[in-house]
């Protein structure tokens, strides 16, 4: 049996990059409260 999750990095920022983020305005409101807990990185 083989392992279910196999990443893939472009797969990965397609779903839940920066730029994906971005464009909506739920997408934007996750970065603004990561902003505001103070993480490292607020996105893949």
């Known amino acids: 049996m083989s392992q279910t999750y196999q990443p893939k990095k472009r797969k990965r920022a ?3 990059g920066f730029l994906v983020r971005t464009k909506t305005k ?3 409101a996750v970065i603004k409260r990561r ?3 103070g993480r ?3 996105s893949v």
């Open 14 to 16: 397609k779903a839940h």
């Open 26 to 28: 739920n997408g934007r």
């Open 40 to 42: 490292k990185k607020l």
């Open 35 to 37: 902003m505001q807990k």
